[in-house]
C-alpha cells in the first residue's frame, strides 16, 4: 500500500516536483503518476497536496504553466521548469545529498552505550 509520507521532510514536494519537471512539461495527474511510479510506489500525492504546490512554485516563479490538450484530449493544466526553477532544483539537490549523507552517517553509527 502507497504511502504518504512525502510531507515529512518540508519542501521534499517542491523538490520532487522540480525533479519531475525537469524531464520536461507535464499536467498535474500526469506529476503526480512520474512520482508515485518512480518512487517505487511508495509515494502517493492527493490532489488535495499537489494543486496547491505547483500554484506555490508558479508564484515563485519556479515553474511556468499553459492551458493545452492531454494525451486523452482533455483540457489539462501543462507545467514546465523555468530557468528559476532549474536553479532552485540545483541548490535542492546539492542541500538534499548533504542532509541524506549526514542522516546515513548517523544511521550508520554505533551510539555509544
Do not use: C
Amino acid at each position: 500500500m502507497p504511502r504518504n509520507i512525502i510531507d515529512s521532510v518540508q519542501g521534499t514536494l517542491d523538490f520532487l516536483i522540480l525533479k519531475t519537471l525537469s524531464g520536461g512539461e507535464m499536467h498535474g495527474y500526469a506529476i503526480a503518476r512520474w512520482i508515485f511510479d518512480f518512487s517505487g510506489e511508495e509515494l502517493q500525492i492527493e490532489e488535495g497536496t499537489l494543486y496547491p504546490a505547483l500554484h506555490r512554485l508558479e508564484d515563485k516563479g519556479w515553474i511556468a504553466a499553459e492551458w493545452g490538450s492531454s494525451e486523452n484530449n482533455r483540457r489539462a493544466k501543462f507545467y514546465r521548469l523555468t530557468a528559476r526553477g532549474r536553479r532552485e532544483l540545483a541548490a535542492r539537490t546539492a542541500s538534499w545529498q548533504r542532509f541524506t549523507m549526514a542522516v546515513n552517517r548517523v544511521i550508520d553509527a554505533s551510539p555509544a552505550r
